[in-house]
DNA sequence: GTAAGTGTACTATTATTACTAGTACACCTA
DNA sequence: TAGGTGTACTAGTAATAATAGTACACTTAC
């Protein structure tokens, strides 16, 4: 059962987005298993103190793009394995990639710095499907 | 001068974002040179159809974070060189590096590829101060 | 000195969105 | 049946992005 959501209600960023970056992490890296169940809506609610509708949302972006997968009545399960993946979805990501280590690069960021933090990540994350480009 | 600002309304991103990355991105991949003078205020906001207020608020973040500097009366000009780079912002990147890299994984993109990105990105800044962390 | 162009600082208004609040209903399981 | 679950809906509040318009100080060119 997830514990370690952190949300930072003076952090400009939505709730509901924090919510959302944190299960993705969460999923990622493997801390939540396929097929593993989520808070409910209620519950995580209450051990947030955020409101019920916003836990919702988060739970729907996520559903909608595939990390997650809801049972009525049931509740909301880690998804097993990324499929039909989305392209946009991916060429944001590289988009974003190549924002960040752009800007990283000219404020004086070292080259090894930012390969071996790629690195590391990559092999902390949980890969599933195949080679998409 | 600047022709490249390319401004998409249906983005919800706002549009002072759009200002500022796109300009940033011309400063980091050296496009526009240190101390190239931008267009001013009511220019850009001529030739993109942004009310100049919108533009100025792209101009004065940028100014705060050093990407360009401003005199009175005479125009924004790029500036020449990263200097005291606020390390909340290096934390930032790195932690947007991790999570769009993270995703990417997870999604199957392949190692490789990634890799590839970032070392080109990188080849294709224009680094300037010493070895931040 | 004057005029034109520049950044800057205001106030006011509108539109959008995040968030909260409350309710209701259908579903599943013990 | 009872309790927990997801879902849908309406309504209202708060914050913010964006527009609109004005005013002023500064710099440069004529």
Same mark, same amino acid.
């Given at each position: 059962?997830?514990? $370690?959501? =952190?949300? /930072? !209600?003076?952090?400009?960023?939505?709730?509901?987005?924090?919510?959302? /970056?944190? $299960?993705?992490?969460?999923?990622?890296?493997?801390? !939540?298993?396929? /097929?593993?169940? !989520?808070?409910?809506?209620?519950?995580?609610?209450?051990?947030?103190? $955020?409101?019920?509708?916003?836990?919702?949302?988060?739970?729907?972006?996520?559903?909608? /793009?595939?990390?997650?997968?809801?049972?009525?009545?049931?509740?909301?399960?880690?998804?097993?394995?990324?499929?039909?993946?989305?392209?946009?979805?991916?060429?944001?990501?590289?988009?974003?990639?190549?924002? =960040?280590?752009?800007?990283?690069?000219?404020? &004086?960021?070292?080259?090894?710095?930012?390969?071996?933090?790629?690195?590391?990540?990559?092999?902390?994350?949980?890969?599933?499907? &195949?080679?998409?480009?």
């Amino acid at each position: 059962m997830i514990s $370690i959501i =952190a949300i /930072d !209600l003076r952090n400009p960023k939505p709730i509901y987005e924090q919510i959302k /970056d944190n $299960i993705k992490q969460l999923i990622i890296t493997g801390a !939540l298993k396929p /097929d593993e169940k !989520l808070p409910s809506v209620r519950e995580l609610a209450q051990t947030t103190s $955020i409101n019920p509708n916003t836990i919702q949302k988060a739970y729907r972006d996520l559903e909608s /793009d595939g990390f997650i997968y809801t049972v009525s009545g049931r509740g909301n399960f880690v998804a097993p394995s990324p499929k039909n993946v989305d392209s946009k979805r991916l060429e944001e990501l590289y988009d974003i990639l190549r924002a =960040a280590v752009g800007e990283l690069s000219y404020l &004086g960021a070292a080259q090894s710095n930012i390969i071996e933090i790629v690195q590391n990540t990559i092999s902390r994350s949980r890969p599933q499907g &195949g080679n998409k480009t």
